[in-house]
């Protein structure tokens, strides 16, 4: 079942404008989704208590809407709540990424929906960056774009060819010749090789370790970054990796930099690697977290840096709902 949400304001109380109102949101709503007045399964009305001269499902009978199930409600008297709003929230059962409609005075109310938002979270291995990214993007409702997975892909791919990773005219040429794609399956995210998913093979500790090596090189990082950017143009979603706010997207208002302790970085990544089946001593972990924030910190092309306006985050002491928690009351104090 998908909900599609909307909301929109009348200039006065009286009928007449509830009509007109109801039947523009409405229309606007099965417009934009692609849908037939017979795919609604029930649409909810509530609007506040200064909307009292019609009914808002009595008005979207007498516009058409009369095939599925209705119902308003009368919203509780909240202070500074937007005056003379209907809101509405439709169910259908037709597999859509349903598009919400906000319009009139209300068009401000929600643009976690109705734009497109892109949230930055940069970090070092083991901050718990993606972990914390599919939590936010679930919330949200958007897209998780895992671009360590993409450079791991690449990583992956380097091993299996045993290419020398010094040679960058060489990488350049197996770069130019590889299709990478992150896609979201019943709610999972795999990661595709040249049409194989190697969601799992990727996160192997020398593929890691490899990853941060070729993510250094100018041609992979063009690449990468291109793919990265025309993702966030034409959608909503949350991006983690090194260089998202300072060189990816660093236009987006929404940025967070995700760290904790070296020590407590090591034990998260030896217990997800452990999880995994890819038993680790934590000395070794520890000694891979330390060399790899060497790596990236030091890479001369967008090495791992706090972006000016990003918003600091320690988790050392902080479980990842914690984060993604603090995260999403951040990104809604600035919609």
């Known amino acids: ?8 304001t009348i200039e006065r109380d009286n009928a007449e404008q509830v009509k007109v109102c109801v039947k523009e949101l409405l229309d606007a709503i099965f417009k934009v989704n692609e849908l037939t007045r017979e795919d609604a399964v029930c649409i909810i009305f509530s609007s506040t208590k200064d909307v009292r001269s019609f009914y808002p499902a009595k008005a979207a009978r ?6 599925c199930a209705l119902f308003s409600a009368e919203e509780p008297d909240i202070k500074g709540a937007l005056k003379r709003c209907i809101r509405v929230m439709m169910l259908t059962e037709k597999e859509i990424t349903p598009k919400h409609v906000y319009l009139h005075g209300a068009a401000m109310l929600r643009q976690d929906l109705t734009k ?3 949230i930055a979270i940069d970090g070092p291995a083991g901050s718990g960056k993606s972990t914390v990214s599919k939590m936010v993007a679930s919330k949200l409702g958007i897209l998780h774009l895992d671009t360590g997975a993409m ?5 992956l791919k380097c091993f299996n060819e045993g290419a020398d990773t010094s040679d960058e005219e060489a990488i350049e040429k197996i770069i130019s010749a590889t299709d990478i794609q992150v896609k979201y399956e019943n709610g999972v995210q795999h990661t595709y090789l040249d049409g194989n998913d190697v969601s799992e093979s990727i996160r192997k500790p020398e593929i890691s370790l490899l990853a941060s090596t070729v993510s250094a090189l100018k041609c992979v990082r063009e690449k990468m970054v291109e793919q990265q950017r025309k993702t966030a143009e034409s959608m909503s979603c949350v991006i983690d990796g090194r260089d998202i706010g300072t060189h990816v997207l660093p236009q987006t208002k929404f940025k967070f930099f995700l760290t904790a302790t070296p020590e407590v970085r090591a034990t998260r990544r030896a217990e997800e690697n452990a999880a995994k089946g890819f038993n680790q001593a934590y000395e070794d972990v520890l000694s891979e977290i330390i060399k790899r924030d060497k790596q990236d910190k030091t890479r001369k092309i967008s090495p791992l840096t706090q972006a000016d306006d990003a918003v600091f985050v320690d988790s050392s002491e902080m ?4 984060v993604a928690q603090f995260i999403l009351n ?4 600035k919609i």
């Open 1 to 8: 079942m998908k909900a599609i949400r909307g909301a929109t």
């Open 62 to 67: 007498e516009a058409g809407y009369s095939s």
């Open 116 to 118: 497109i938002i892109n």
């Open 151 to 155: 450079y791991r892909a690449f990583a």
């Open 319 to 322: 479980n990842a709902e914690e």
């Open 330 to 333: 951040k990104v809604q104090e």
